[in-house]
């Protein structure tokens, strides 16, 4: 008698919300199943099978694959967002006015606020081919090339620039790397630098990151503690660049991105902030982070340590809750955090 084959659905990191959403029977159910650019199940689970200590397992490879995988991708995307029923993607994304933080700039070092956004009919970053991801870069540039006033820059395709001058320019905090090993086994890494690059506004607020691991990362960032200014001037970058370019967006899923965390308004907003004193209350910091529905990340970000008392923290909400509630409980949680901080 020979032995069953072992399912990929079984060989899913055990950490992984892909794995406990992903019973035989319903792997058994999708598998054959193919998005219009040919993507697979097998495909969005690669990641999570090849690094056992993933925590979500799953990547889309274009916008389709949210509704044709939906009985997967929906029991995830409940999960991670903390959905109720009847929860969906809020779009008001209004310019905000909001109290100064941390006036003395003792504590927020920088300020940053991002979204993803991906283009219609090109399958996503961890699916494209190398002409399919020129065509972007080409589409994202001539886009780009329109910004006016404070929204103007300039673009740099990594392709064109020798080995000094991109490490360079990592140095400099502005070219981004070849993704981590989650994004690799995903595929996103293919054909790195081609198609890749960044734009960055004259006066070095804005920057666009194209090919990353979404087709665009828009992003306004200042040292200092400017959440408010960052958000307006974010806001208005992608809204210029929406005239311009078709943005996949769902109804109830919102902006459609490579990794499911981050659909809905795509947005991260957060600070570097030195917390000197909250770094030994872990306790006490985690339940402030918690009650305003932020997340804390290390220094260097995602799955990074926290380095000299300096804490990444940010919105841990992208869907169900709007741009603008994402904003205000990121400011209500800051005054909070940094009001604790002054007093312990
Ligand atoms: C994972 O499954 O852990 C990786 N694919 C990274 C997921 C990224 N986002 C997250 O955990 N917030």
């Not at 920088?110 to 956004?117: C, G």
């Amino acid at each position: 008698m020979t032995a069953e084959p072992v399912l990929p659905c079984a060989q899913l990191s055990d950490t992984s919300l892909a794995k406990k959403h992903l019973p035989a029977r319903r792997y058994l159910a999708l598998r054959n199943l193919r998005t219009s650019s040919g993507y697979s199940l097998d495909m969005a689970i690669q990641s999570g099978i090849d690094n056992p200590d993933s925590n979500i397992g799953i990547y889309a490879g274009d916008k389709e694959t949210y509704r044709l995988f939906e009985p997967v991708f929906s029991p995830i995307i409940n999960e991670y967002h903390r959905l109720e029923p009847g929860m969906m993607y809020q779009p008001t994304f209004d310019s905000v006015h909001l109290p100064g933080l941390d006036p003395e700039q003792r504590f927020i070092r920088s300020s940053r606020v991002r979204v993803a956004r991906n283009l219609e009919g090109f399958p996503f970053s961890g699916h494209m081919t190398r002409t399919q991801r020129l065509a972007v870069e080409n589409t994202v540039k001539n886009a780009l090339a329109r910004m006016e006033q404070d929204l103007a820059g300039s673009y740099t395709a990594f392709a064109d620039l020798s080995p000094a001058a991109y490490n360079a320019l990592r140095e400099k905090g502005l070219a981004f790397p070849k993704g981590d090993r989650f994004q690799d086994a995903a595929g996103i890494n293919r054909d790195f630098p081609s198609g890749r690059g960044i734009f960055i506004s004259h006066d070095n607020i804005v920057r666009v990151w194209v090919n990353e691991e979404d087709h665009l990362r828009i992003m306004a960032q200042c040292p200092g503690s400017d959440i408010e200014g960052v958000f307006n001037r974010l806001r208005r970058m992608t809204i210029a660049l929406s005239r311009h370019l078709d943005f996949c967006v769902d109804d109830q899923l919102g902006f459609l991105t490579s990794c499911p965390t981050n659909i809905g308004t795509a947005m991260r907003a957060g600070v570097h902030i030195c917390l000197e004193k909250l770094e030994y209350k872990s306790d006490i910091l985690n339940r402030l982070v918690s009650d305003h529905h932020l997340q804390i990340r290390g220094t260097g970000g995602e799955k990074t340590a926290v380095q000299k008392s300096i804490f990444d923290i940010s919105n841990a909400r992208r869907l169900g809750v709007s741009a603008n509630t994402i904003i205000e409980d990121l400011h209500k949680g800051l005054s909070a955090i940094i009001r604790t901080e002054k007093n312990l």
